[in-house]
Nanobody, 119 residues
Framework: VQLVESGGGWVQFGGSLRLSCAAS????????MNWHRQAPGKERELVAT????????NYADSVKGRFTVSRSNDENTLYLEMNSLKPEDTAVYYC?????????????WGQGTQVTVSS
């Protein structure tokens, strides 16, 4: 299983970024996917979740109306469109999924991509 995030970078207040997460090693279209983020000195938090078929999504209150999660099951790729970015969105962003294993469900994580928003 491999999850590889990309698209992070530096952006000014009010700007936009689009993150991508390329998935491999499992049947991507069968599983919900998540975006999390972790700011310096803070716990990792769930930002957005999308169902296996992309029909349903949920967002943290802090990003509702500004972030949009989507997926391409044909391309095995998860996306996070981030608009109206604020300095408090600065964090390392991770994609994640939970897959069944012989020893029970297991979380898989990418390496993360840094997003920095300047004021």
């Amino acid at each position: 299983v491999q999850l590889v995030e990309s698209g992070g970078g530096w952006v000014q207040f009010g700007g936009s970024l689009r993150l991508s997460c390329a998935a491999s090693g499992f049947t991507f279209r069968n599983y919900p996917m998540n975006w999390h983020r972790q700011a310096p000195g803070k716990e990792r938090e769930l930002v957005a979740t999308i169902s296996y078929n992309g029909m349903y999504s949920n967002y943290a209150d802090s990003v509702k109306g500004r972030f949009t999660v989507s997926r391409s099951n044909d391309e095995n790729t998860l996306y996070l469109e981030m608009n109206s970015l604020k300095p408090e969105d600065t964090a390392v962003y991770y994609c994640n999924t939970k897959l069944p294993t012989d020893s029970g469900p297991r979380d898989y994580w990418g390496q993360g991509t840094q997003v920095t928003v300047s004021s």
